[in-house]
């Protein structure tokens, strides 16, 4: 399986971006997806999670309010929207699988980069 993310690009700070997570190859059916990102010098961080059975969603606190993540359909599985968008958001964005048995995120895709200009 390889999940694929898109969608980025350079926003001005107020704008909007979408961001998908395709699957590339195979079939994936997770336990949970999620969305992290990692800024230059800085160490990734859990942006968004939604736990596949129960699509029970969790946001880091930085972007409650803002960032939507939801169930897919299709090769989409997990698209995010962002909205008012702030130059500390400029991130590459990595969208993650949690594959039933595992407690960890194990299958990762190529990220997007997002770069919000002030």
């Known amino acids: 399986v390889q999940l694929q993310a898109s969608g980025g690009g350079l926003v001005q700070a107020g704008g909007s971006l979408r961001l998908s997570c395709t699957v590339s190859t195979g079939d994936f059916s997770p336990a949970g997806m999620g969305w992290f990102r990692q800024a230059p010098g800085k160490e990734r961080e859990l942006v968004a999670t939604?736990?596949?059975?129960?699509?029970?969603?969790t946001y880091a606190d930085s972007v409650k309010g803002r960032f939507t993540v939801s169930r897919g359909s299709g090769v989409n599985m997990v698209p995010l929207q962002m909205k008012s968008l702030k130059p500390e958001d400029t991130a590459v964005y990595y969208c993650a699988g949690r594959s039933f048995g595992h407690t960890t995120y194990n299958v990762w895709g190529q990220g997007t980069q997002v770069t919000v200009s002030s």
């Open positions: 939604i736990h596949w059975t129960t699509s029970t969603i």
